[in-house]
């Protein structure tokens, strides 16, 4: 399968990955077309384990379900105490970019070259408890870093400014280390507080509540989501 890489999209603008977590699983196709018409620039897929994280989701059946009905490209998190066993059902299912968590108990190297090997996109992603320092040694190994404002597992919970010097830690490195690498937020990322984790260095944000369930329509949610790509750092 030949999958959609991250570096084919726009560096100009804030990337919006809107999270299915939010939405109607019981009618997910047309939830996703719903955000892909709104103009979303990715998807992104909340795979949980009942082990890593204390909450289950979906598998590669569902992923690739999906696959069937947009060409948007996959960015699956995969929240997972075994990546490893899981990266080729999930690159096979349509994944384009897999992102793994650091704290995971596979050794992060062999998980990079497991998902490069699939010809996919590599993010790693780091809980709220993690420090940024652990990422140096895979900073030149990856396409992106997710860094979660909220503790993994459950949508809608609130977002923790805490996390904004560390996006800003994080920005740095990637300049010094490789400056195409992206970095992605997750959890309670709305209008409110995009902003300032923008101007910290986040060029992707996931937003589940705040695309899905938005009073005003996930086209208009996206709208201003992108609104605000005035406000990424120079790279
Ligand atoms: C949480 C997930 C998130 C979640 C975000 O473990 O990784 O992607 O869906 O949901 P909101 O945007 O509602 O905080
Ligand atoms: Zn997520």
Same mark, same amino acid.
């Given at each position: ?58 598998? %590669? $059946? ?10 948007? *490209?996959? &960015?699956?998190? !995969?929240?997972? #105490? ?45 809980? %709220? $408890? ?10 030149? *190994?990856? &396409?992106?870093? !997710?860094?979660? #404002? ?86």
């Amino acid at each position: 399968m030949r999958h959609r890489l991250l570096g084919e999209l726009s560096r100009e603008k804030v990337l919006v990955s809107p999270s299915v977590l939010a939405s109607d699983f019981s009618c997910l196709g047309e939830e996703v077309k719903r955000v892909e018409s709104g103009g979303c620039d990715m998807l992104h897929l909340d795979i949980m384990d009942g082990h890593f994280v204390p909450n289950l989701t979906f598998g %590669p $059946g569902v992923v690739s379900s999906l696959r069937k009905g947009t060409g948007l *490209l996959f &960015d699956t998190h !995969l929240m997972l #105490t075994n990546p490893l066993s899981y990266v080729k059902a999930f690159a096979e299912a349509g994944s384009d970019l897999i992102t793994f968590h650091v704290e995971s108990e596979d050794d992060p190297r062999e998980v990079v070259d497991a998902i490069r090997g699939q010809g996919c996109s590599v993010g790693i992603s780091v809980k %709220p $408890g993690t420090s940024a320092k652990v990422l140096e040694q895979y900073i030149e *190994l990856v &396409d992106m870093v !997710l860094v979660m #404002t909220v503790e993994p597992g459950f949508g809608g919970q609130s977002f923790m400014a805490e996390m904004i010097p560390k996006v800003a830690e994080i920005a740095a490195m990637f300049r010094e280390k490789n400056p195409r690498g992206l970095i992605e937020v997750d959890g309670g990322i709305d209008a409110r507080t995009a902003p300032e984790i923008i101007r910290a260095g986040a060029g992707v944000l996931v937003a589940g509540t705040a695309v899905f369930r938005a009073k005003e329509g996930a086209a208009e949610a996206i709208r201003v989501l992108h609104s605000y790509s005035e406000l990424l750092p120079a790279r």
